[in-house]
């Protein structure tokens, strides 16, 4: 129990901080404007989790197996900050393959970066997940392992009951947003093509703004599946695929 509370507070945590990281860096950086990173309804990216969750355990083999390393220490660290960094990228581009091949959807995109492959991976991006992998194992990880341990032995119950809510809720918002992605998935194969969710929520985010409703600071799912349902409709009727850009070509 305790070890299955602890992989779920890393995946939490990991969601959580990787959410309000893409927050504002999509508003000060990509997007310019406050827009929902994800496609699930909370504040949480399980991409991030599952980036945690490898980073954790990576971090806790390292201290195993560096022991009987022979090696120069300069180069032990370098091994082990590239092993990270590859880690991360692989774990971006199964998610982002699964996605794209599975569904049609794109929920990111990096098209336009230099040596990018299929828009889900690029080198820009893969230096910057290594950085943050060696931030992470370096300066992070002792911390964090330190409090998931002090709250399974200090607060067991309560800890236990909290993880139990949480992981509800997101199991919840994962059932709602899979039932929206279905629908766009279904969309995307039948017109053979690729979904942009950043361009999807501009467009409802456009759409919104022309009615004055600014209930929100950022899209969510509930969003673009008023979008969907009020256009689907007509984009099937055309005659000829829409180029309008939310809407990319396979």
Same mark, same amino acid.
């Given at each position: ?74 180069? &032990?660290?370098?091994?082990?900050? %590239?092993? $990270? /960094? #590859?880690? +991360? ?65 200090? &607060?067991?119950?309560?800890?236990? %009951?909290? $993880? /139990? #809510?949480? +992981? ?83």
């Amino acid at each position: 129990m305790r070890i299955f509370a602890n992989i779920v507070t890393l995946f939490v945590i990991g969601s959580l901080f990787g959410w309000i990281l893409e927050v504002f860096f999509r508003r000060f950086f990509s997007q310019k404007r406050w827009m929902n990173p994800g496609f699930l309804q909370g504040p949480y990216l399980p991409i991030y989790g599952f980036g945690v969750l490898g980073m954790y355990g990576l971090s806790e083999i390292f201290k195993i197996i560096t022991a009987s390393w022979t090696i120069p220490n300069w180069i &032990s660290i370098i091994i082990q900050i %590239l092993v $990270i /960094g #590859i880690s +991360l990228i692989v774990i971006e581009f199964i998610a982002g393959l699964i996605f794209i091949k599975g569904m049609g959807l794109k929920l990111w995109d990096y098209s336009d970066r230099w040596g990018n492959t299929m828009g889900i991976i690029c080198p820009l991006f893969d230096v910057l997940w290594t950085a943050a992998g060696a931030i992470y194992y370096f300066f992070i990880h002792p911390y964090l392992k330190e409090g998931i341990e002090w709250l399974a032995l200090e &607060s067991h119950n309560v800890y236990y %009951l909290l $993880i /139990g #809510i949480v +992981l509800g809720m997101m199991l919840v918002d994962t059932a709602y947003s899979v039932h929206l992605a279905t629908r766009l998935s279904k969309f995307a194969k039948e017109n053979k093509v690729v979904l942009s969710l950043k361009d999807l929520q501009l467009k409802v985010k456009e759409a919104r703004d022309d009615f004055k409703e600014k209930h929100h600071f950022y899209i969510t799912p509930s969003d673009l599946k008023r979008f969907i349902d009020s256009k689907i409709s007509n984009l099937k009727d055309q005659e000829k695929k829409p180029s309008s850009p939310e809407i990319e070509k396979k």
